[in-house]
């Protein structure tokens, strides 16, 4: 089906319920244009909303507004297509919504966790973890890969390098899909018609959870400053310099919900591609350690598991023939930068041995991308070692669930058999 441009809505719940490949058409239908198209916001209730914004689908704008964040700015909000109130700020409000410095602070701060050392020395827990979740699989039998195998990795990674106690990680993983599946029904509830008391009410749920993860992790800092563990909370809370309750909260809620979401989906899109690929899962297990690097990137590349953020204009700015004004908004499209003609031949092509795969999954390049990138990849590669080891035969058996989202290409549900 051939999408019509003056049909595409970006704002709009119904063009995110569309099949993904008439959504990969109309972000291709987008990119054939001169200029960025221009999208309405939507009212939402307790917030507002603002004029609207442009939206950046080609990988040469995503990556140089990523690049000048002097430019496009990260600040009042890089989470959310209107900006935050403060009272939604306390919880979410993040170092992914701030420029420098206030930035390079936090993330000077919980870089601590992501040192090459330190991603080494977990190398033993993300196997011990993926051996524990594979184990179970095999006792419980074919089913779902979603809540059986992809999401309880990060979770329990996440959660135990924080030091979150295994009694709380199923309330952690309850919250963090209704923040993520806000617009969803099946977490929230709520029928995903853009009404004002359905918003209102979504909103309700997403602060609910906010603060609950906000917390649970302040509430482990407090314990942790002067009695350090060794566990990355009482990394982020002694020392020199030092998250405050609130920034630990904040960190915690982006580090479950981006960290977890992007390599639960990506582990939840990888199989199904392996499975409807079988050349390139062949390709994949004839010579595993020297193509799994490859295939992690063109899993992250084809599916780009974080669809987009926002930045705002801080001054007037040219960029490739389009004049911005102080004040725009633009959302960077990083689901059409990675299938952009312009840079990857026949993008629509899942191919492991992609070279060069110069993808922006991660975020484009420049002081936000992706932190926790490495960690991703290690997680992915370590659970599809350990299923395909073990569950050589390991394969989907329909068609996913997707989550209703224009944040998160994710994944619900997906029935697998070993």
């Known amino acids: 089906m051939t999408v019509n441009v003056a049909d595409i809505d970006l704002s709009q719940i119904p063009f995110w319920a569309l099949p993904q490949q008439e959504r990969a058409d109309a972000f291709r239908r987008l990119r054939e244009l001169e200029r960025p198209v221009f999208t309405k916001e939507n009212r939402v209730p307790f917030v507002g909303h603002g004029p609207g914004y442009y939206a950046l689908v080609r990988h040469a704008d995503v990556s140089e507004a990523s690049r000048n964040a002097g430019v496009f700015s990260s600040e009042p909000t890089a989470n959310s297509i209107v900006d935050m109130p403060r009272w939604m700020a306390v919880y979410f409000g993040s170092m992914i919504n701030m420029d420098d410095p206030r930035h390079a602070r936090l993330r000077r701060i919980v870089s601590r966790a992501f040192t090459p050392r330190i991603l080494s020395k977990m190398e033993e827990d993300l196997q011990r973890a993926a051996t524990r979740i594979v184990d179970e699989a095999v006792a419980e039998g074919s089913g779902d890969f979603v809540t059986q195998i992809a999401a309880r990795l990060p979770v329990q990674v996440i959660c135990d390098m924080m030091g979150i106690p295994p009694k709380f990680h199923g309330r952690v993983l309850r919250a963090t899909n209704i923040i993520l599946g806000n617009a969803d029904p099946e977490y929230t509830g709520i029928e995903p018609e853009f009404k004002r008391w359905n918003v209102a009410r979504g909103l309700v749920k997403l602060m609910g959870a906010g603060r609950e993860l906000n917390h649970l992790a302040a509430r482990l800092g407090r314990t942790r400053r002067g009695n350090s563990t ?15 309750p609130q920034e630990l909260g904040s960190f915690f809620i982006l580090l479950v919900v981006a960290g977890s979401e992007t390599t639960r989906n990506a582990i939840s899109h990888g199989l199904k591609l392996l499975t409807d690929h079988p050349e390139q899962r062949a390709l994949l297990l004839e010579d595993f350690e020297g193509r799994i690097g490859g295939a992690v990137e063109e899993i992250i590349r084809y ?3 974080v669809i987009q953020f926002r930045r705002t204009l801080t001054r007037d700015h040219s960029m490739n023939g389009m004049d911005y004004r102080k004040g725009d908004k633009v959302l960077l499209f990083y ?29 484009g390049p420049g002081p936000h991308y992706c932190l926790g990138a490495h960690l991703a990849r ?17 394969r989907s058996t329909g068609e996913p669930d997707y989550l209703l989202s224009n944040f998160i290409n994710g994944i619900k549900h997906l029935p697998y058999t070993t």
């Open 378 to 394: 290690r997680e992915i590669t370590v659970m599809f070692r350990e299923l395909f080891t073990r569950l050589p035969e390991i």
């Open 335 to 363: 689901n059409s930068a990675n299938r952009d003609e312009a840079v990857f031949t026949d993008p629509d092509a899942f191919d492991i041995t992609r070279h060069p795969n110069p993808h922006v999954g991660f975020g």
């Open 303 to 305: 599916s780009t598991p």
């Open 230 to 244: 060794g566990d990355l909370t009482s990394l982020l809370v002694n020392g020199e310099e030092s998250l405050t």
